[in-house]
């Protein structure tokens, strides 16, 4: 991200006034947020050989169940390419927006980790970590593979999967907790990188809303969130954030 581009945009000095003024932040991020790392966005065509699969058909218990092979493959790809990306300047500005911010919470939709190794703590993952493998029967934790199958579990015999939420899976009950809590309290709600698309996550930015939080969204691209924000910054987030952290660091 050059200089120039960080110099072009503007914060509407509303929207300035509101987050230098405000200590407690909910940021949720989905996968725009990691798009300038090289990490593909979940509804990105898929390159190369995963360009016949639809992710939403992939991330399923119903699509590992009936090819365990081809769904831990995907992953494996996945977790090959999130390995060869580093964090980008939206990740770190907020991670030191966490720093300098005294209520500040973020979730995220992203499963690639990206948010902890830009130094992010307390990073309450709504759809889990796919850094992380777990029984697909008895939810035992496993480790770490390269291996091209599924390894079985030590436990109980069953297959390891990724240790993610999939489609017509449930949050996990203590990143809904956390998240559920965050928004009651927040004075500015973030939604940064992501369609709004998917829920409950998405149900988040209602809830600010009705709260009448201050709602910033932010996204090259509008969203079904972005007629109802109080602010839509079009544009990537490895742009805006940054100009965002150099106003509340008092640059
Ligand atoms: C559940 C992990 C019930 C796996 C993912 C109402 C209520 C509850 C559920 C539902 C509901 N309606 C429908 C449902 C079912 C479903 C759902 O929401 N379906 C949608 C598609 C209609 N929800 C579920 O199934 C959820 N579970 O509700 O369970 C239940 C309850 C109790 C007991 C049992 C069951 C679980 C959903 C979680 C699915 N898992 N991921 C994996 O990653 O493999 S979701 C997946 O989508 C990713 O996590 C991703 O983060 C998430 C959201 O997508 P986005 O991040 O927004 O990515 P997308 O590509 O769509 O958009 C990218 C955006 O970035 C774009 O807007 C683009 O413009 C922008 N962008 C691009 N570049 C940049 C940028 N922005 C900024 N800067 C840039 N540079
Ligand atoms: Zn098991």
Known sequence: MSDTEQDRVELPSPL????????????????????????????????????????????????????????WQWYQWRRELIRETSPNPAHLALAELQRLKQDFVLVTQNVDGLHQRAGSTNVVEFH????????????????????????????????????????????????????????????????????????????????????????VEINPNSTPLSSHADFSLRGPAGVWLPVIADLVRGG
């Open 16 to 71: 300035a006034d509101a987050l230098a003024r405000t200590e407690r932040w909910l940021v949720m991020t989905g996968s725009g947020v990691s798009a300038e790392s090289g990490v593909p966005t979940f509804r990105d065509a898929q390159t190369g050989l995963w360009a016949q699969y639809d992710p939403q058909q992939l991330a399923t218990p119903e699509a590992f169940e009936s090819d365990p092979e081809t769904v």
């Open 128 to 215: 889990g970590s796919i850094q992380r493998n777990k029984c697909f029967l008895c939810h035992q934790p496993g480790p770490e593979s390269d291996a091209p199958h599924p390894p079985d579990c030590a436990h109980c015999g069953g297959l390891m999967r990724p240790d993610v939420v999939w489609f017509g899976e449930a949050i996990p009950g203590a990143a809904l907790q956390a998240a559920g809590h965050a928004v009651e309290g927040c004075d500015v709600f973030f939604s940064v990188g992501t369609s709004s698309l998917v829920y409950p996550a998405a149900a988040l930015a209602e809830t600010a809303l009705a709260r009448k939080a201050t709602v």
